[in-house]
């Protein structure tokens, strides 16, 4: 079967790093998505990743590395406003997406 | 005009109710989407529709009926549903599906539905 795992959630401190992890197995690999979602608020598209190695935009990078089956969204100088869900997502071959249950980041003082 | 917009935003009702989502996008997108958000788990995939058509049914009970009358429109019909079907209904639209577009979804902030 296809499967996306990510931690369900995780604690920062503002002004800090933190790097959320995504492993996956699913069938084909046609690109690596990221999604924020703010609680009560609509998923909004943070990055995509189809090559190997690093994009960087602003605060937030994100990795690939797709014969390890990994990826991973790294959010620097942390704000009290980056606390949400960040949501990973695989498109397989047959162009499926395939979403993780997300990881809730909880950012503190 | 915001990008997916959904109505309502809350909808309580019962078993026995019949009750229609509604979603709009205003962004010339030609594929929409209608997801399920449960807590802690990964958003399920219901229904697509590409330039009017369905072309996905992810083995949605038939309790749940879609509408797409034109790009720009989406509906996801409501009849006796079951108190499982409490969720967050989030509808999305892309340009191009199936690889056709960048794959980017713009999701509406969803639909909050609870089944008493």
């Known amino acids: 079967g296809q499967n996306i795992d990510q931690p369900t959630e995780m604690t920062a401190t503002e002004g800090a790093i933190v790097q959320i992890n995504c492993t996956y197995q699913t069938s084909g690999f046609n690109g690596l998505f990221w999604y924020q979602q703010h609680a009560g608020e609509a998923p909004t598209f943070l990055s995509y990743?189809?090559l190997d190695g690093l994009e960087e935009k602003g605060r937030f990078s994100s990795f690939l590395s797709r014969s390890k089956g990994y990826s991973y969204l790294l959010l620097k100088e942390l704000q009290m406003k980056d606390s949400a869900s960040y949501l990973c997502a695989v498109m397989d071959s047959n162009y499926q997406l395939i979403w993780g249950a997300g990881t809730k980041l909880i950012i503190k003082p | 005009e915001t990008g997916v917009t959904q109505t309502p935003r809350h909808l309580v009702m019962g078993m026995t109710n019949k009750k229609s989502l509604k979603c709009e996008q205003h962004l010339g997108h030609n594929a929409m989407y209608w997801y399920k958000q449960s807590a802690k788990k990964p958003l399920e995939l219901m229904f697509v529709?590409?330039?009017?058509?369905?072309?996905e049914n992810n083995s949605v009970p038939s309790r749940f009926s879609p509408e797409c009358p034109n790009s720009s429109h989406l509906f996801l019909h409501l009849h006796t549903l079951q108190p499982e079907d409490s969720a967050l209904y989030l509808c999305?639209?892309?340009?191009?599906?199936?690889?056709?577009?960048?794959?980017?979804?713009?999701f509406g902030e969803g639909s909050r539905l609870t089944v008493l």
């Open positions: 529709y590409s330039l009017e058509e369905r072309v």
């Open positions: 999305a639209s892309s340009q191009g599906v199936r690889g056709g577009g960048t794959g980017e979804l713009f």
């Open positions: 990743n189809v």
